[in-house]
């Protein structure tokens, strides 16, 4: 896995701010502009997989509706996965915007509670990200032959399981680190910091795709992980 390649996989097209610029946009606009980046998204990944030599192809606004049918059920699926940490961040923004007096300011239990939740809200949100990864890849990619979504799943883990944790630990770390330092620039930065992040995900699952299609389709390839996932990393 080059993890370091995943963010400047973007700025390999001479077309970047484009594209760039496109998935800014698409964040903006919900579910639909998400449905479209995420069907974009996915084509990047099927350019990565047959031509991993060439660039990656550029936003296409005659492809919107393309865009739109392929991105639209792993979208959902992706924000399935969001739907439980952005219901415990909810709950504890709540629980301590409601407690204490405007002078008093939270209490200690209420602190200890915030202090724990920022803790597990990010554990939670690489646990069912980790979960949705083979879903998405599988609803746009089909199972290989391995017998279904079940099989599919199972397979993948089993092939590349500790990779897909280091994925998902390093989308959600940089991911958060991204998301607020885009907020601080009076969330001007937000959308286009989400958009780069959403880049360098689908980039890694593209990674994580060839790895796991190398290993399940060469046994020796197990006990060399060092030697796979480079074509996938080539800009």
């Not at 502009?33 to 005659?62: K, S």
């Not at 391995?146 to 940089?174: D, M, N």
Request: charged share 10%.
């Amino acid at each position: 896995m080059r993890y370091q390649r995943s963010f400047g996989y973007l700025f390999a097209s001479p077309d970047w701010a484009v594209n760039l610029l496109a998935g800014s946009a698409c964040v903006l606009l919900p579910l639909v502009g998400w449905a479209l980046l995420v069907g974009y998204l996915l084509d990047v990944i099927d350019a990565l997989r047959q031509q991993p030599e060439e660039p990656y192809p550029g936003f296409d606004i005659d492809k919107i509706g393309h865009y739109l049918t392929r991105g639209a059920v792993p979208m959902l699926v992706q924000l399935g996965a969001l739907l439980i940490p952005v219901m415990l961040l909810g709950i504890t923004v709540l629980t301590v915007a409601l407690s204490g007096g405007a002078s008093a300011g939270p209490s200690p239990t209420v602190k200890l509670f915030a202090s724990a939740m920022s803790i597990l809200i990010p554990v939670v949100a690489v646990l069912t990200t980790l979960a949705a990864a083979p879903v998405t890849l599988f609803l746009a990619f089909g199972d290989d032959g391995a017998g279904g979504l079940g099989a599919f799943v199972s397979q993948f883990f089993r092939h590349v399981l500790h990779e897909t944790l280091l994925t998902q630990v390093f989308v959600v770390a940089t991911g958060l680190g991204l998301a607020s330092f885009g907020a601080l620039l009076c969330f001007i930065g937000a959308p286009p910091a989400v958009a780069l992040v959403a880049f360098a995900q689908y980039q890694l699952l593209g990674q994580l795709h060839e790895l796991y299609s190398q290993r399940r389709n060469s046994p020796v390839a197990e006990s060399a992980p060092a030697a796979v996932a480079a074509p996938a990393g080539k800009a």
